[in-house]
């Protein structure tokens, strides 16, 4: 491999930009990450298109706001505009835990340093360079700036916040992927369109003053949701909006979405279709060093870089469209997949990197089991307008072969430097069950768990059946527990048959909207029943854009307007999560206590088997207290010794 040189990245200071021979920029790209020059960073990928386009383009990452502010003049003014992305997530998901706690690290800083990313970074960033340069327009995009599009709710201030364009005071946003707007952005500011006229790309979003005409699209119909300020009175409408945007932000051709903000009037194009596979593949293929930044060479390894060093991201989007989840109100519920060619070029590339050992740590995307998936018929796509392709039920036009990557594991497996792929990303366990797939090939199902169970997996395998309750899962657009079961099933017996010894990680939630603490107490039992000691879980964490964070702010589904309960108190979320370990011993007194007074001794029973048993032998007390995993032998054991 290659020696990379200092320009070889895109330029961070005045001196790289000189490096190049370069007089002036024409865009100037603020971040609140470290710079990584890797497809799997935001602000890498739209450096690179830009560049691409012939721009001179230059990336301030995590420019200090604790000073005099000179990252922000440091490189003078770009000709076209400032781009601005708060990073790879949402900084108020990177700065803090689902119980408001400040976290210790941040994963895109070198060494985890905490401290070096605002709270709501891309309005921070904004606000800023519209005070040192108001006549240059800035452009908003990433996932910050994408999910705060309209009117939503912010956990961590625990208010409603109108669209970030009012607060930060950009002049345009882009929301999703951003390849395709960035592209017709740029071609009409080269051709000489004022910025201020770039009003009828798709994908993006901008504020009009009252008085301002509407931009006309002959080929767009238009909606109108409630406006800011009646979302402020009325929650029951605020939840009411969500429902248009959703539908409109998935639908293949979508409509123009208005809502009145103050004097203005927020106005959302529809998105671009599909990006095809030639676009994606483009993408992929622009000059990355795949890299940090020399720069940090001294500040020590950035941990978000370290987990994705040595992975292939196969495709964009998620048609699962869970009510928790924001990756399609992002990237899109329509698969983009990149060629076999691609993905095996850039198997290569990773594979001849000096320090790589022969292992991927992963091939995969969003969720890994969805690579060139879509729908039999286009035209029943091109009307459809619900946000999952696999809830309540799998949509009876969408194909779901599992052949193509099966196909794509095998071809990269035969890299002669490759001695393993992992597939690190979650599996949708619910495809691989004939039972709820009922349209596919078992055989084909079949075929693919025992390809990643024998050759994929290193020891356990992540899937995420997140509840047990049928209602809750209702709500959160998951299938019922009885597919993680039949699931298990196939797992079991292949894991038997092949001699392979693996470990089955169910992923779990609490604290999710429609959730009560018998639900908890269902889910303990019914998983200590399976043989599961719980370790993957996480409490709910209500972030813009998604089903749930409506019903978590509002009260009401918005859908069918119903009011709605989620936990919301402390002690209330603070005692489902104690469900999760009801093998520690400082639990079990409150277990006892809280299923005894609502009445579930069913359920205390299969917790905690009677206490009088216990004490009368001490030894199976602490076997259990000690969290040993139940399998069917040591119940037999245990058992036995109750009996006696």
Not at 331 to 340: N, P
Not at 529 to 534: H, S, V
Request: hydrophobic fraction near 35%; charged fraction near 25%; glycine fraction near 6%.
């Amino acid at each position: 491999m290659k020696m990379n040189k200092l320009s070889d990245w895109l330029p961070t200071t005045s001196k790289e930009v000189k490096l190049r021979g370069w007089e002036e920029l024409d865009v100037i790209l603020f971040s609140g990450d470290a710079y990584v020059d890797h497809p799997a960073f935001g602000h890498a990928v739209v450096g690179r298109i830009l560049e691409s386009y012939g721009l001179k383009v230059a990336i301030i990452p995590q420019p200090s706001v604790h000073d005099n502010l000179q990252d922000f003049t440091k490189l003078g003014k770009p000709k076209m505009f400032f781009a601005v992305t708060g990073g790879c997530m949402d900084p108020m998901v990177s700065n803090y835990t689902a119980s408001k706690r400040r976290r210790d690290k941040d994963a895109y800083t070198p060494n985890g340093d905490k401290g070096f990313r605002p709270d709501y970074a891309t309005t921070v960033y904004t606000k800023i360079l519209k005070e040192k340069f108001p006549d240059v327009p800035v452009l908003i995009g990433g996932i910050e700036a994408s999910l705060r599009r309209v009117t939503h709710y912010d956990y961590w201030s625990d208010t409603l916040k109108p669209t970030i364009l009012e607060d930060s005071k950009a002049d345009l946003l882009v929301y999703g992927m951003g390849e395709q707007p960035l592209r017709e952005i740029v071609t009409l500011l080269q051709k000489g369109v004022p910025f201020s006229s770039l009003t009828t790309i798709k994908q993006t979003a901008f504020l009009l003053n009252i008085g301002e005409n509407i931009p006309k699209n002959k080929n767009w119909n238009d909606v109108t949701i409630h406006s800011h300020e009646v979302c402020l009175k009325d929650k029951k409408l605020f939840a009411s909006n969500f429902k248009v945007i959703e539908q409109e932000s998935n639908k293949l051709f979508a409509d123009r979405i208005f809502q009145g903000v103050g004097d203005k009037t927020l106005v959302i194009n529809p998105p671009f279709e599909t990006m095809t596979e030639a676009e994606i593949d483009a993408s992929f293929d622009l000059p990355f060093t795949r890299l940090p930044h020399p720069k940090y060479n001294k500040r020590g390894a950035i941990p978000a870089f370290e987990m994705i060093k040595f992975s292939i991201n196969i495709h964009r989007g998620c048609f699962g469209g869970c009510s928790f989840c924001t990756i399609s109100a992002h990237q899109g519920k329509f698969i983009a997949s990149r060629s076999q060619e691609s993905i095996l070029k850039e198997v290569d590339q990773v594979a001849n990197m000096p320090d790589f050992k022969g292992y991927l740590s992963d091939i995969g995307g969003p969720s890994a089991n969805m690579y060139k998936m879509k729908g039999k018929v286009q035209e029943i796509c091109d009307k459809c307008v619900s946000p999952s392709c696999i809830s309540p039920v799998i949509c009876h036009n969408l194909d779901t072969s599992h052949k193509p990557l099966t196909e794509l594991y095998q071809a990269v497996d035969k890299h002669p430097k490759i001695k393993k792929s992992f597939i690190g990303s979650g599996i949708r366990h619910d495809m691989l069950v004939p039972e709820f797939n009922k349209k596919a090939d078992p055989k084909e199902l079949d075929a693919y768990t025992e390809e990643v169970m024998t050759k994929h997996v290193s020891g356990r395998l992540k899937v995420a059946p997140e509840h047990t309750s049928d209602p809750v899962l209702k709500l959160m657009r998951k299938p019922s527990f009885s597919y993680f079961h039949k699931f298990k099933e196939r797992f079991d017996k292949i894991n038997i048959r092949k001699k392979l010894n693996l470990q089955l990680i169910p992923y779990f939630i609490s604290n999710h909207p429609a959730c009560e603490v018998e639900d908890m107490a269902n889910l303990a039992a019914e998983t200590k029943d399976m043989g599961f000691q719980l370790e993957q879980v996480q409490g709910f964490t209500p972030t813009p854009m998604t089903v749930a964070t409506v019903i978590y702010y509002s009260g009401y589904h918005p859908y069918t307007l119903k009011p709605t309960r989620t936990p919301k108190s402390k002690k209330e979320k603070d005692d489902q999560h104690r469900f999760f370990f009801w093998y520690k011993k400082e639990n079990q007194q409150w277990i006892r206590n809280t299923l005894t007074k609502v009445g579930r001794t069913d359920l205390l029973n299969k917790l905690i088997p009677s206490t009088v048993s216990w004490k009368k032998n001490k030894e199976v007390k602490d076997t259990f207290n000690d969290a040993v995993p139940f399998t069917s032998r040591k119940k037999k054991k245990f058992n036995k010794k109750r009996k006696r």
